[in-house]
């Protein structure tokens, strides 16, 4: 299964929070899944950061990369694809990670039940 994770899940992930569910858990570390990490996460992470709206460990990047997450990188595509996509969800970091796992045929995980009426390639883990 190829997964990309929403913003949230990255961080609970890094912080074994015990917000994330078990099913996520078991889809995140299957041998069978190739999960990948959106440079729209990181940028929202840092922007958040900056604005002292969230608050990360001082080794926050080293372990991020510690991990074996693909990352995948914005394109000028799946911008231009966020422009066809309903108004379901008005913030534009999850507006662009839905607009990737569309054009890539990812599956979306993600806590938010917002984000599933975007159709059934998200997937809701809670």
């Known amino acids: 299964m190829r997964i990309l994770l929403d913003t949230h899940l990255v961080l609970w992930w890094l ?7 078990e099913q996520a858990r078991t889809l995140i570390s299957s041998p069978e899944s190739t999960v990948f990490v959106s440079a729209v996460s990181h940028w929202e992470i ?7 709206k969230l608050r990360l460990p001082p080794d926050f990047a080293a372990r991020l990369a ?3 997450f693909e990352s995948l990188p914005l394109t000028a ?6 422009a066809s996509l309903p108004w379901h969800h008005r913030d534009p970091f999850d507006r ?6 569309q054009s890539e045929n990812l599956i979306l995980l993600t806590a938010d039940e917002v984000v599933t009426l975007y159709g059934d390639f998200v997937r809701l883990v809670r």
């Open 77 to 82: 595509a799946q911008t231009q694809q966020i």
């Open 66 to 68: 510690t991990e074996s």
């Open 15 to 21: 912080a074994n929070s015990p917000s994330l569910s």
């Open 46 to 52: 840092w922007l958040k950061a900056s604005l002292g």
């Open 96 to 101: 662009m990670l839905i607009a990737q796992a």
